[in-house]
């Protein structure tokens, strides 16, 4: 029924560590939440639900555990559901994620034969036989990364976290995505284990296209909570770039890179983990404080806000893969992984598909820094943009503890990198992969070295030591010197300067903005109070920028519009056709019937030309009949 062996044991300590500091933060936060029993019940359900699926044994427990983690995230995004906008988010997430529920239930049917209760080595030698092991590859993917927030089932993420209160959008963003990609760690190895090529190639497509598209609508992300969910799409996306380049290093036979990869991407699960978490933490202590999403509304906040300000600084470096930060070490790994894979020759996919990848990862990190530089210097530095901003204080010291605890779990990361860079190495070699550990420290903990044949290395603790020294030398020259300071004004060409006159989030994006507008096509809008009639006079203006997503855009709404007409159809077709709604029934018996055929059993392509040519002939008579 449980199961406890190194995979589950790892993550549920991530759990943990995800939760500890959390439960810190939410004590603080309680006070402002109008409905606490509701509140604490979901809350503490979502967290027993995310470490019952970590340790569930078959599939029917694993299915418990992650419709209860569902059902309590989505009743916590409904905690406050006063503004319509809240209702339509969870109505969105709820939808979502039994979307992916549906694809997981159909491959727990295919691989137990029905029998929900068999053990995953079960399963393993009935997807061994299983005629389309392909499609089960998709039914896993499509559950897990829709819940995970990969493109282009990501659409939900930016709508319920921003929706959801502060402690919760850490909890979903920090902890649950890493559960969903669990499942697919748990699966692909014990379940669908060896993989083709293909399937490693399609994985690092998606993560390259999830990163890209996660960190370009951040950039021009103006809601605080809406761009840290979207830089959770791009850090999935980062994860699934190292996986995928694991799986076809183990597909080729390069299991010491293999290896290497797939700890590369659990490295960069708990990073994500914990940069992430302590950024919706922030992020909702100036909610608390201003009382609007808004960035634009933000500013000065680093003096009224230290604590929160220089966590979420903290935060931010590790997230932008500032060196010595986790976050970077994590990405040097991931581009290591890549970068060893020059001498491939064989593959053209592969030739096209990890060029592509390590330009996605350069990119993404170049954009990461200027989406994190926006959202700290115009939420913390400057002048004040709003009177809540002006009069905002730091949170409550339960609030400050959660924040300091996670920033503590961030700086153990990078310090004590080669205890958990062992722990994963256990964790593969349990699952029958080779230990790299002696590979990554040939010469002791100070440096980490690639396992590549012409890798790189790096020292964390010696950017660090440097980082402090040159720092330190500063600050003595500066207190040997004497140097005196002065305060002026600042000097804007005779202008007068003030909040208005500052950079805006619209304006620090507008470069990128214009350079994407293919995939923008952002709706501009420009207001101005004109002086008494004088079109070239005017007291005030304003300009705002919205963006629909490209794929909410082409995807989500076509559908909705394909399911309206069908249902339309349907439902005429119910109450004014009633001779032809049996018809319509027999003829759907017939798909069922020949699909479970296909699907079960090896077909000639003969065979199935005729059995499609029946069924459109039977449609034909039946369903649609004469045009009259």
Known sequence: MFLYDTLSLIFVVLILLGTLPNLFYSAGYLPHIERKPYYLIHYFAFIFSMIGVVVSANALVFLFFWELMSLSSWQLILTEPKEKNTIEAARFYFFMTHFGFIFLLLFFLIVTNGDLEMGFAQMHMIAKTFTYPTMLFFFLILGFLSKAGAVPVHVWLPYAHPAAPSPVSALMSGVMLKVALYGMFRFLFDVLYPWPLEWGTFILIIGSITALVGILYAMIEHDIKALLANSSIENIGIILIAFGMGMIFDTLGMHTLSTFSFI??????????????????????????????????????????????????????????????????????????????????????????????????????????????????????????????????????????????????????????????????????????????????????????????????????????????????????????????????????????????????????????????????????????????????FSDAS???????????????????????????????????????????????????????VFTHEVSWESLMIESAMMIISIKILVIGDKK
């Open 264 to 537: 590369a991407a659990l490295f960069h699960i708990f990073n994500h983990m914990g940069f992430k978490s302590l950024l919706f933490m922030g992020a909702g202590a100036v909610l608390h404080q201003t009382h609007t999403k808004n960035i634009e509304k933000y500013g000065g906040l680093i003096k009224a806000m230290p604590v929160t300000a220089f966590t979420f600084l903290f935060a931010a470096m590790s997230i932008t893969a500032l060196p010595p930060s986790n976050g970077f070490l994590s990405e040097w790994m991931i581009f290591q992984s890549m970068l060893s894979s020059s001498h491939i020759t064989d593959d053209m996919s592969l030739k096209l598909a990890i060029p592509f990848a390590i330009f996605a990862l350069a990119m993404t990190g170049g954009l990461a820094i200027a989406t994190f530089i926006k959202a700290y210097g115009i939420s913390f530095l400057g002048l004040h943009r709003s009177t809540n901003a002006k009069h905002a204080k730091e949170v409550n010291l339960f609030m400050q503890v959660g924040m300091v605890l996670m920033a503590f779990f961030i700086a153990s990361l990078m310090l004590f990198a080669p205890q958990f860079l062992h722990y994963f190495d256990t964790l593969f070699v349990s699952m029958g992969l080779p230990s790299v550990y002696a590979e990554i420290f040939p010469q002791g903990m100070l440096s980490i070295h690639s396992v590549g044949v012409n890798g790189g290395v790096v020292s964390p603790l010696i950017l660090l030591a440097a980082l402090i020294g040159v720092t330190s030398l500063l600050i003595f020259a500066y207190k040997l010197l004497g140097v005196k300071e002065r305060s002026y004004h600042t000097w804007a060409c005779g202008y007068k300067t003030g909040a208005k006159t500052q950079y805006t989030s619209t304006g620090f994006s507008g470069v990128m903005r214009r350079f994407f507008n293919w995939l923008y096509q952002p709706e501009e809008h420009f207001c101005k109070q004109n002086l008494a009639g004088h079109a070239t006079k």
């Open 543 to 597: 300009y705002e920028v919205r963006i629909k997503p490209l794929f909410e855009r082409s995807i989500y709404e076509n559908a909705k519009k394909l399911t309206n007409v069908m249902s339309y159809w349907v439902y005429r077709l119910a109450h004014f056709e009633q001779t032809r709604y049996p018809a319509m029934i027999f003829n759907l018996m017939l798909f069922i019937l020949f699909s479970y055929r």
